[in-house]
C-alpha cells in the first residue's frame, strides 16, 4: 500500500479532462455479457433467490437433516376446515425413519381400520412418484424467506423443496413440544416441524425447468446439526404472523422492513479490509447489488485503497463476508436508475463485466461518484455522449457500438431488465433464400416506430386514441417497445430461470413463446398488443447465440401443430445462428440503415420520443412508461409509490431524452445544441429527497424566540430545514447551485451546466498537483471557474451559502461577518495519513509557532512555524488570486506554495518513529517553557515524548487493541486532593481503543518535561457498544468532575461523568442510526462558564449539545453534505474537515446554537483533494474587536499538512 491515495487522480490529465480511454474500448465495455449474468450473490449451491415470489427476501439459512411423511386425510383437523386446530388432536404421522407420533398400537389398530381407505392414498403419494413426501435423514441447508421456507438437499439428484407459509395453518415449532401426546420421548430436542397442504419441487438433478405442485398433505421434521432451532422458530412465527395481514400490491410491509433491521443496519466489518491502515471515507450506505430479477443488499464501503461490499447475510448474528474491488480495475461508470429512484450507479470492469449498486439516496450515489478515479469516463457525461456521436460522425466507431453507448447514456444498463438496451428491427426480409442488403425494401422503415410500420393496425391505434380524448392521457400504445418480458422473451433459453421467476415458476404457453424468427416478425407488425423492438443480442459482433439454441435441453413444450419448441427457426437466408447474426451485423452496419438510424434514435432517445413531437409521429405510449423520480416524489403514501414503480418497470420505460434535436447524420457537421443540456443527472432537483436540496442543510434552527427567554426557561425548539422556491432548486436546470459565492458577491453567470466533473478547463489541473494557469480563454465557466474582476485581487472574503432565495442570499451575505484568508504553507511531510496536528501559536518577538504531528506511518514531527509580519504581508500580496478558491482545496494551495516566499514557514525540529501506526496525538505545557506530545498507536502503547528533550519520556501499556482516540486534561487551580484528582497529579489523560473501552489515567508533569503515569487507570469506561474512534473531555466549571465522551464506528456515542469521589456515571448515550457510519470526532468547549459538546458523523451530520443539570441536551444539527473526519471550535468559530478535502465554517451563538450562516467557500470542487484528516486551530490576539487572527492547521490523508489564517472582517 502506497502513500498516495488513488483518488488523487492522475498527473497526465490533459486539457479535455485527463481523457486517457478512447470511446472504442468505453462501448467495448457495454458488449452483453456471456449467459447474460454476472452472479453477485455469496449463496453457493442451487438455491437462488430467482426461486422466490416477487419482492421476497432471504432471511437466514442453516445446516439441518429433513425427514417428511405424509398426513392421513381422515385425521387431519390441521388441514380440516376447523377455524381453531389448536384445540384438535395432531394429525397422525407415519414418519419414514419409522418412529411415530402414536405407539405402536395405535398406529397398526389405524391401519388395520383403515386398509383399504388408505391403499389408494398410498398408491396415490408413493414413495417413488413423490420422493419429497417420503425423505428420510436427507441432508441440507434450510433456507427461511420473508413467505416461505426452502429445503435444498445437498443430493442435486433431489429436489428443492419449498414451502409457502400460505400453505400452512400454524407456523413451525419446536419438536417434541408439551402438547404431544407421544410415549416415545427419544426425539432430538434440536428439532422442528411444521405441516403443509401443499409444496412445490423444482431443480431435481440440477435440472432447470417449471416448478411442479405437490398437493399432498406433508408433515416436515428438521433437525438443526449445529444450532439450537429456537431462533428459527421465533423467526417463523414472527414471519407467519407477518404474512396473515400481508396484502399482495402492497410492497414490504413495515413489520418486515423492521424484522429485516438488524441484518441491513448491520456494521462494515474492519476485517474485511484488505490493510488495517485503511479509512473509510463513507459511512455504511445501505446499497444492494443488483443483477436480472435478483438483488443482494448489503453495505457499501469506500477507503482510500478499495471499494467494498459486505452482504446483509442474515438477521442473526453470523458471517459478514465482504466483496472488494481495486480502483484501478474500472474502466468506466454510469449513472442508473434503482425502479423510479435515480440512486444507481454502474461500473464498467476491465474484465468487460459491471457492477450495478443501488443506494438509497441520490446524494449517497453522488458521494460514491465523488470518490471513483479522475481517469474513467462517465456514460451519462454530455460530454462523453457529445465524445461518442462526434466519433460515429467520423466512422471511428460502429453504429453497433454507438447504439450501446447512446443506451448507456440513457440509463439502460444488462443488469436491469425493466431498462435493458434496445435496438431496432433493422431487417425486414425473413423468407427470402438470399438476404440483398443493397435494397431498400430488405429494410424496416426506421423513420417509423414499430407500431406505425403496419398502416391498417396504426388506423386502429388511432381510432382508439380518438375514443379516449376524454380521458386525461389518451395513448396510442398500450403496450410499450422494451419491457422485462420482452427482454426474456427472446434470452428465455440463456436465462431460463430468470423467465421462470417472471412467471412464477412456468414457461411461457408455447405458441406464445419465441420459437421462430419470422413468426416473431409478422406479430410485431400485426398483432394489436405487440410493437417491441429487439436487443442488442442480435446484432453482436461477438456472435454469442446461446439465446437461438437449446443448449441445456429446456422443455419448451409442444405448439398446437404439434411443433416442439427447441432452437429457434431462422430465416431461409441464414444457414446458421452464427450466420444469422452475422448477417444481422451487416445489415445494422449497412449505409441504408445508417442513414435511416439518426430518425429511429429520435424516436428513441430524441425529440420525438415524448410529448407533441412523439405524437405527431405516431410514437405515443402509455403514461407510465414516461414516469420518473418527480413523479414517484409526488404520490403520496408508499403503497401509491410501490404500484407506480411496479407498473412502470413491469410495463417499459421510455429511455432518458439525450437529444433536443434532430440528430446529425453521420456525413454532417453540426455544433453540438441537439444534445439536451442536463443529461448528467448530476443534480438532486427533482428526487424523492425533495427539491432544491443542495449541500449545505441546517437541519435543526432554533427559534428565534430561543434567544430572548431567559436562561432558565430556555428549551431548544427546533423548525423545519431551511426553505427553497420549490420551482427554483439550488442545482437548478444547470446542474449547480446557482447561489454560488461567485455568483452572489460577482454577479457571474455561475458555471458552465454542461461540464462534467472533469472539467476540460485547460487552467484546473484535475489531479492533486499542478498549477492553477491564469492564462485561460474562459473564465467563470468552469468548476470553480475565476471571475475577471479577480484577477489582480488581493484578498477575498468568503461570504454565507445558504439555500434561499437569491436577494435573500445577497442581503445576508452583506450583513454577515465575513473572513479574510491568508495561506501560510502547505508541505507533505509524512508518508501516511495525518493522524494528529496540534499548533501552539508563538508569541512575540520572534513570532514562533510550534507543530506538531502523528501519521499512520508511525511518525512524530515536530516543526517550528515562523511567519514575521512583513513576511505575512508580502506572503498576501503575492498570493493574488489564491485565496478566491479556498474551500481549502489542496489544488489551490499547490499553487499558492509556489507563489509565497522563498522562505519555508515549516522547519523540522525534531523527530520520533514508531514501529507502528499512529493514530492520536495530544500535546500540552509543562508550565515552565517545556511541551510535551502524548500519541497513542496501533500498538496498544500511550507514548508521552518531550519536545526540548527531544526523547521519549514516559509510557504506558493501555489497552488491548490499538488506541485510536487520547486527550490531555490540565488540572484546575484550587481543586483539592481527590480520588479522581490525586495529591501531585498535575494532568489527567483519557485513552480510547478498538477493544470499545475508555480509560482514565493520572498524569505528573513537571519541570524538565518530566512525566509519570500511573501504570493502573483511575477508572475503566466499559458502555461502549463498538469500538471507539474518538475521545474528548473536559472539567466541570466549579466542579471537582470531570466529563468524557467517546465516539464509536456504529455511530454511537457516550457521555461519562466522574465526579471527585470517583463515581462514574453515563449521562448521555446516543443509539446508532441506520446508515449513520463512525462518530468521527467530537470536541468539548468550554463557553461562558458552560460545557458544549461537539460531534462529526461521517454521514456528513454535525450537531452540538450542552452540559445542563447532569445530562445532555442537544441544541443544533446541521449537514454539510459530506462525511465530517474532524473539527475544531473556538470563539463562535466551529470549523469541520470533510472527507472531500473542503473546510466548512459553522458560526455559533451563545449557547453553541448554529445560525443560518452556513459558510464554504468555493472550490473546484476537485475529488482529487485529498480528505481532511485531524484539525487544529487557536486565536491570537483579540478575536472580538477585530485585531485576532486564528491560525489553524490540517493534516490530509496523502500526508500533507497545511497551515493558514483566518481573520474576521467586517464590511
Not at 419441487?201 to 411442479?212: F, T, V, Y
Not at 443488499?297 to 465482504?322: K, N
Not at 474518538?1030 to 470531570?1042: L, Q, R
Amino acid at each position: 500500500m502506497t502513500g498516495v491515495s488513488w483518488f488523487n487522480g492522475n498527473n497526465d490529465n490533459d486539457g479535455n479532462g485527463g481523457k486517457s480511454f478512447s470511446i472504442k474500448e468505453a462501448a467495448q465495455a457495454l458488449y452483453p455479457p456471456k449467459q447474460g449474468l454476472i452472479k453477485a450473490s455469496t449463496q453457493q449451491g442451487r438455491f437462488s433467490t430467482l426461486l422466490l415470489e416477487h419482492g421476497e427476501e432471504h432471511i437466514q439459512d442453516w445446516a439441518v437433516i429433513v425427514y417428511s411423511s405424509p398426513i392421513s386425510s381422515s385425521a387431519n383437523p390441521v388441514f380440516s376446515n376447523v377455524s381453531s386446530p389448536r384445540h384438535k388432536k395432531p394429525p397422525e404421522t407415519t414418519w419414514a425413519q419409522g418412529n411415530s407420533l402414536q405407539s405402536s398400537s395405535t398406529a397398526a389398530a389405524n391401519n388395520s381400520n383403515k386398509k383399504s381407505k388408505s391403499k389408494s392414498k398410498r398408491k396415490k403419494y408413493d414413495k417413488d412418484s413423490y420422493p419429497t413426501v417420503h425423505m428420510t435423514k436427507i441432508e441440507g441447508r434450510l433456507h427461511l424467506c420473508s413467505k416461505s421456507i426452502v429445503l435444498e438437499p445437498n443430493d442435486i439428484s433431489r429436489p428443492i423443496v419449498r414451502i409457502p407459509f400460505s400453505k400452512m395453518d400454524e407456523p413451525p415449532k419446536e419438536f417434541p413440544s408439551s402438547n404431544l401426546t407421544t410415549t416415545t420421548g427419544d426425539f432430538d430436542p434440536m428439532c422442528i416441524e411444521f405441516a403443509s397442504t401443499k409444496h412445490t419441487i423444482c431443480k431435481a438433478n440440477n435440472c432447470i425447468g417449471a416448478s411442479e405442485g405437490v398437493g399432498c398433505s406433508t408433515n416436515f421434521k428438521v433437525t438443526f446439526l449445529h444450532s439450537s432451532p429456537t431462533s428459527c422458530v421465533k423467526l417463523c412465527q414472527q414471519l407467519f404472523q407477518i404474512m396473515q395481514f400481508y396484502k399482495p400490491g402492497h410492497g414490504t410491509s413495515p413489520e418486515l422492513e423492521e424484522l429485516l433491521k438488524p441484518m441491513l443496519d448491520r456494521p462494515f466489518d474492519p476485517t474485511n479490509l484488505y490493510d488495517v491502515r485503511e479509512r473509510p471515507l463513507t459511512s455504511n450506505l445501505r446499497c444492494s447489488i443488483f443483477t436480472p430479477l435478483q438483488q443482494q443488499r448489503g453495505c457499501l464501503v469506500m477507503t482510500q485503497e478499495r471499494i467494498y461490499f459486505q452482504f446483509a447475510q442474515g438477521v442473526l448474528e453470523g458471517d459478514s463476508r465482504a466483496i472488494s474491488w481495486h480502483p484501478a480495475d474500472i474502466q468506466a461508470y454510469a449513472r442508473r436508475y434503482h425502479g423510479l429512484k435515480d440512486s444507481a450507479v454502474e461500473i464498467f470492469w476491465k474484465d468487460q463485466t459491471s457492477t450495478l449498486l443501488a443506494l438509497e439516496r441520490t446524494h449517497e450515489r453522488e458521494q460514491v461518484v465523488r470518490l471513483l478515479p479522475n481517469n474513467v469516463p462517465c456514460h451519462t457525461d454530455r460530454e462523453f455522449l457529445l465524445q461518442a456521436s462526434q466519433d460515429w460522425q467520423k466512422k471511428i466507431i460502429t453504429n453497433y457500438d454507438y447504439l450501446l453507448l447512446v443506451n448507456s447514456a440513457a440509463g439502460r444498463s444488462f443488469q436491469d431488465l425493466s431498462r435493458y438496451p434496445v435496438f431496432p428491427w433493422v431487417i425486414a426480409d425473413y423468407t427470402s433464400a438470399k438476404l440483398d442488403l443493397t435494397k431498400e425494401s430488405t429494410f424496416r422503415d426506421m423513420t417509423k416506430p414499430v407500431g406505425a410500420l403496419n398502416q391498417e393496425r396504426l388506423n386502429y391505434f388511432q381510432q382508439r386514441y380518438e375514443s379516449m380524448r376524454d380521458m386525461e392521457d389518451p395513448f396510442l400504445y398500450g403496450t410499450h417497445y422494451s419491457a422485462a418480458g420482452y427482454v426474456l422473451y427472446y434470452l428465455v433459453r440463456s436465462m431460463p430461470e430468470q423467465m421462470l421467476c417472471l412467471q412464477n415458476g412456468k414457461f411461457d404457453a408455447p405458441d406464445r413463446m419465441f420459437h421462430s424468427i419470422d413468426h416473431c416478425y409478422r406479430c410485431v407488425l400485426s398483432n394489436h398488443a405487440d410493437v417491441k423492438e429487439l436487443i442488442p443480442e442480435f446484432y453482436n459482433p461477438n456472435n454469442d447465440y446461446d439465446f437461438l439454441i437449446n443448449a441445456r435441453g429446456l422443455q419448451l413444450g409442444a405448439t398446437q401443430t404439434g411443433d416442439r419448441v427447441n432452437d429457434v427457426s431462422l430465416p431461409p437466408w441464414a444457414r446458421s445462428p452464427r450466420h444469422f447474426l452475422k448477417m444481422n451485423s451487416k445489415a445494422l452496419e449497412s449505409e441504408i440503415c445508417t442513414q435511416m438510424l439518426p430518425r429511429w434514435i429520435d424516436l428513441v432517445f430524441g425529440s420525438k420520443s415524448r410529448g407533441e413531437a412523439a405524437k405527431e409521429a405516431h410514437n405515443l405510449f402509455h403514461t407510465s412508461s414516461y414516469m420518473g423520480p418527480s413523479d414517484l416524489a409526488s404520490l403520496a403514501t408508499p403503497e401509491e409509490r410501490f404500484q407506480a414503480e411496479l407498473q412502470a418497470t413491469e410495463f417499459g420505460i421510455v429511455p432518458d431524452q439525450l437529444f433536443i434535436g434532430p440528430h446529425p447524420l453521420r456525413h454532417e457537421t453540426v455544433d453540438d445544441s441537439f444534445v439536451k443540456p442536463d443529461i448528467g443527472r448530476a443534480s438532486f432537483s427533482g428526487t424523492e429527497e425533495g427539491k432544491g436540496e443542495g449541500a449545505w442543510e441546517l437541519l435543526e434552527t432554533p427559534s428565534t424566540n430561543f434567544m430572548d427567554q431567559p436562561e432558565q426557561d430556555q428549551q431548544p425548539e427546533f423548525l423545519n430545514p431551511i426553505p427553497t422556491n420549490s420551482s427554483e432548486s439550488d442545482f437548478g436546470s444547470e446542474g449547480l447551485n446557482r447561489h454560488h459565492p461567485f455568483n452572489d458577491l460577482y454577479g457571474g453567470t455561475g458555471p458552465n451546466p454542461q461540464k462534467s466533473r472533469k472539467n476540460d478547463h485547460p487552467g484546473i489541473p484535475l489531479s492533486g498537483t499542478g498549477d492553477l494557469s491564469e492564462k485561460s480563454d474562459r473564465t467563470g465557466t468552469g468548476f470553480g471557474g475565476i471571475p475577471p474582476a479577480l484577477s489582480n485581487a488581493s484578498s477575498f472574503s468568503a461570504g454565507p451559502l445558504s439555500p434561499t432565495a437569491t436577494d435573500h442570499a445577497n442581503a445576508r451575505a452583506s450583513a454577515s461577518t465575513e473572513w479574510d484568508i491568508k495561506f501560510i504553507e502547505k508541505s507533505r511531510i509524512h508518508a501516511d495519513t495525518v493522524s494528529g496536528c496540534s499548533v501552539i501559536s508563538g508569541t512575540p518577538p520572534n513570532n514562533q509557532s510550534i507543530l506538531a504531528t502523528t501519521s499512520l506511518d508511525g511518525g512524530l514531527k515536530i516543526h517550528n512555524v515562523s511567519l514575521a509580519a512583513k513576511e505575512a504581508e508580502e506572503s498576501a500580496k503575492q498570493q493574488g488570486i489564491t485565496s478566491t478558491l479556498s474551500r481549502f482545496s489542496y489544488i489551490t494551495m499547490s499553487r499558492a506554495a509556489g507563489s509565497s516566499s522563498s522562505q519555508p514557514k515549516l522547519s523540522e525540529f525534531r523527530s520520533h518513529t514508531s514501529r507502528d501506526a499512529l493514530a492520536c496525538l495530544a500535546l500540552i505545557s509543562d508550565g515552565h517553557g517545556g511541551k510535551i506530545a502524548f500519541a497513542g498507536g496501533h500498538d496498544d502503547v500511550v507514548f508521552a515524548y518531550g519536545i526540548t528533550s527531544g526523547c521519549a519520556v514516559a509510557s504506558v501499556y493501555s489497552h488491548r487493541d490499538a488506541v485510536t482516540g487520547l486527550d490531555v486534561m490540565d488540572r484546575p487551580y484550587f481543586v483539592p486532593e481527590s480520588k479522581l484528582w490525586r495529591d501531585q497529579s498535575t494532568h489527567i489523560m483519557v485513552s480510547g481503543s478498538w477493544d470499545a473501552t475508555v480509560k482514565v489515567w493520572s498524569v505528573i508533569v513537571s519541570n524538565g518535561e518530566t512525566v509519570s503515569i500511573d501504570r493502573e487507570p483511575l477508572a475503566e469506561l466499559f458502555d461502549a457498544d463498538s469500538p471507539i474512534v474518538c475521545v474528548s473531555s473536559a472539567c466541570v466549571p466549579n466542579e471537582e468532575s470531570v466529563v468524557i465522551g467517546a465516539g464509536c464506528a456504529d455511530g454511537s456515542f457516550c457521555v461519562w461523568k466522574i465526579h471527585g469521589d470517583g463515581v462514574k456515571v453515563v449521562i448521555h448515550k446516543e443509539q446508532a442510526k441506520r446508515g449513520s457510519g463512525p462518530c468521527s470526532v467530537l470536541k468539548w468547549s468550554t463557553m461562558s462558564g458552560k460545557l458544549h459538546l461537539f460531534t462529526g458523523l461521517s454521514t456528513g451530520k454535525v450537531a452540538s449539545f450542552t452540559l445542563k443539570d447532569g445530562s445532555m441536551k442537544k441544541i443544533s444539527a446541521a449537514s454539510v453534505g459530506v462525511a465530517v473526519q474532524c473539527l475544531a471550535y473556538s470563539e463562535n468559530i466551529l470549523l469541520v474537515g470533510c472527507s472531500d478535502g473542503g473546510l466548512r465554517l459553522i458560526p455559533t451563538r451563545e449557547g453553541a446554537q448554529f445560525t443560518t450562516d452556513l459558510s464554504l467557500w468555493p472550490s473546484v470542487n476537485n475529488k482529487s483533494a485529498p480528505g481532511l484528516s485531524c484539525l487544529s486551530m487557536s486565536f491570537v490576539g483579540n478575536p472580538t474587536d477585530g485585531s485576532g487572527k486564528c491560525v489553524c492547521c490540517t493534516g490530509a490523508e496523502d500526508g500533507s499538512v497545511a497551515l493558514f489564517e483566518l481573520k474576521r472582517a467586517h464590511r
